[in-house]
């Protein structure tokens, strides 16, 4: 956690590095199911050292695990393309990055080639809406990526 907030002992104070910090540890939890983690934090200043010292505490939350996947707007062939491309399983650990980095990797030539030959016969624009829907019964966490044009 202190690589992610990114703040050294004896460091200038700098506020907008110091939320960019808290932000980064919510995203690490994040990436373990904890997508309801909070950090609350209180200065403590020493006006004679002129040192502040950041008092954190973290709410975590319950921990969130991967529900169901589902692929609106493709056609069946590339639906079970991706569906078999997407490496979080139901059950797992929910891991709030991997959308991004399903994107960027898992999928990447599928979804690149997808858009480019919509794009090519059609003159609206196309454009991928990840849609999260979080179940605080179940504590499961269900993803609808639709393809819009």
């Known amino acids: ?70 692929f609106k707007g493709f056609s069946v062939t590339d639906r ?17 990055s991997y959308i991004d980095r399903f994107f960027r990797e898992d999928a990447r030539v599928v979804i690149s080639r997808i858009l480019q030959e919509r794009r090519a016969t059609q003159t609206k624009p196309v454009s991928l809406d990840p849609q999260t829907h979080v179940n605080p019964q179940s504590l499961t966490v269900d993803l609808v990526i639709e393809l819009k044009n």
Do not use: C
């Open 80 to 96: 079970g393309t991706l569906i078999e491309s997407w490496k979080l399983k139901s059950g797992d650990v929910y891991d709030a």
């Open 1 to 70: 956690l202190d690589a992610a907030l990114g703040m050294k002992t004896g460091e200038g104070a700098n506020g907008k590095k110091f939320d960019k910090g808290k932000h980064e540890v919510e995203k690490t939890y994040g990436q373990q199911g904890y997508i309801q983690a909070h950090l609350n934090s209180a200065p403590e200043f020493d006006d004679s050292a002129r040192q502040v010292t950041f008092k954190i505490a973290i709410s975590e939350g319950p921990q969130f695990h991967m529900g169901t996947i589902d």
